[in-house]
């Protein structure tokens, strides 16, 4: 098909008026929520091009909540208990704090194994009776645990960091309050796994939808492609029945011809048999070729003729009586055009109107227009659309996206005379149009 008008903007089918979207729609398109979504989208696109600067974040974050405390920290620990931080040489608690906070470089790379080392250290500084701000290492590699690696192996890590803390606060380093300590390490140890794990369910719900709008977008296309392979044969039926009728006159004629020259002894007679046998050959090359798409035909259609512009006329009185008023308008001579164009005009206009039918309902009125004129054929049918207010029926989102029989019909129809096409709402906001102009050449007439 040749290239489509500009006006041609909107190809997809009419629908009813839709509520104001929801969801994820709606967050998207809040200027303060689409901008954090936005700037989310851009910060995962950064952290897979450049991994390193997530974790060198992360360190840092760390060393900078522990410097300060082994820098000028008086050795008390969160529970209010002096630790035994100044019996030991000063460079141990510096050690401590290294050992804690540089496995967090391979957090994402080997979770478990990151989690389980920054654990030991921890159980041995508490051994030597010091508390570190570096052990939020620990916690950080337990949420990591949680949303990037093993679930299996998670469970024993939430265990061992449960005996951790209890062996701590009641063995290793004693509290004033026991239940107050082991109550608010336990708490931090929960919400680590709970974070990691909702953000774990987060992160796979997304990949699922994505997923799904990849394989819809997929099943879209094929639709699609189906759709107009499906009307391609439908075409191809009709154009073989036309054909196929066009070269039995033909061989009838050229074997009359053929015979009635035998009869007055004229030359001409072998060159008739010749065109009437070509013919034949041309005829069972036809069927062979395209006969396997009469598997596909409908019976009626086997045993009725193809309409034509004379036909328009049943047509519209059906859609009347359907209830919705048609105007008809006719200029040139239409019924001198040949009758693959007469049925592709034809098909046209039963495509349009019927989806007149469909989506704007009997409240509608419809205006047909044929002009034949300069080797060109033009098809107009406009409608007036549903009234203001008119409740029509609202169709699922799967409906909505179903290109339909309908507009690939009649693109595949234009397309075989290299047509334009204009599918779209009209200019005054309301209605429906249907625009199409056929090339046809003047071999296409018949006198």
């Keep these: 098909m040749s290239a489509e008008r500009p006006a041609a903007a909107t190809d997809t089918p009419r629908r009813a008026a839709l509520p104001p979207p929801s969801g994820f729609d709606a967050a998207w398109a809040h200027p303060v929520l689409g901008r954090m979504w ?25 060393v900078g909540v522990t410097l300060p405390d082994l820098l000028w920290g008086s050795g008390i620990s969160p529970f209010g208990d002096t630790d035994s931080r100044g019996q030991l ?22 979770p478990a194994v990151t989690f389980f080392v920054i654990a030991l250290v921890s159980l041995a500084q508490w051994a030597v009776g010091i508390w570190l701000p ?10 990591t645990l949680a949303r990037h690696g093993s679930l299996r192996l998670l469970g024993w890590a939430g265990a061992l ?17 026991p239940l107050l300590g082991v109550f608010f390490l336990l708490g931090t140890v929960t919400a680590a796994v709970a974070v990691g794990l909702t953000l774990r369910i987060r992160q796979m719900y997304l990949a699922a939808l994505e997923d ?6 997929i099943e879209q296309e094929q639709r699609v492609k189906l759709t107009a392979a499906a009307e391609r044969s439908r075409v191809a039926r009709e154009m073989h029945d036309i054909v196929g009728h066009n070269l039995s006159v033909m061989v009838s004629v050229a074997d ?6 035998a009869n ?27 006969g396997v798409l009469r598997e596909y035909q409908e019976d009626e259609r086997m045993l009725s003729p193809q309409p034509g512009i004379r036909d328009l006329d049943s047509l519209l009185a059906r859609v009347r009586a359907a209830g919705v008023p048609v105007t008809y308008r006719t200029v040139g001579d239409l019924d001198a055009l040949g009758d693959g164009v007469q049925l592709t005009v034809y098909r046209i206009v039963q495509e349009s109107l019927t989806n007149t039918l469909k989506h704007a309902g009997t409240d509608a009125s419809a205006e047909v227009t044929l002009a034949a004129e300069a080797g060109e054929v033009r098809i107009r049918v406009a409608d007036t659309g549903a009234p203001p207010g008119t409740l029509l029926r609202v169709k699922s989102a799967a409906q ?9 019909g009649i693109r595949q129809r234009a397309a075989m005379y290299g047509g334009t096409v204009i599918i779209g709402p009209r200019d005054t906001g309301h209605g429906w149009l249907v625009d199409v102009v056929l090339d046809v050449p003047p071999g296409d007439r018949l006198p």
Aim: charged share 20%; proline share 5%; hydrophobic share 50%.
């Design 256 to 261: 009359g011809a053929a015979t009635l020259a």
């Design 134 to 143: 570096a052990g939020i290492s620990a916690l950080i590699a337990l949420y």
């Design 161 to 177: 960091a449960a005996a951790n803390v209890v062996l701590a606060v009641w063995v290793l380093v004693p509290a004033k309050h």
């Design 212 to 217: 799904r709008a990849r394989r819809l977008e």
């Design 264 to 290: 007055r002894n004229e030359q001409s007679t072998e060159a008739l048999r010749i065109l009437g046998d070509t013919g034949r050959q041309a005829m069972a090359e036809l069927r062979r070729v395209l």
């Design 38 to 62: 936005r700037g989310r989208q851009d910060r995962q696109r950064l952290d897979r091009r450049h991994p390193w600067l997530l974790d060198t974040a992360v360190v840092l974050f760390v």
């Design 89 to 110: 040489p000063s460079g141990v608690p510096f050690a401590f704090a290294a050992a804690l906070i540089l496995p967090l470089w391979w957090r994402r790379r080997a």
């Design 400 to 408: 909505h996206n179903d290109p339909g029989h309908g507009l690939v």
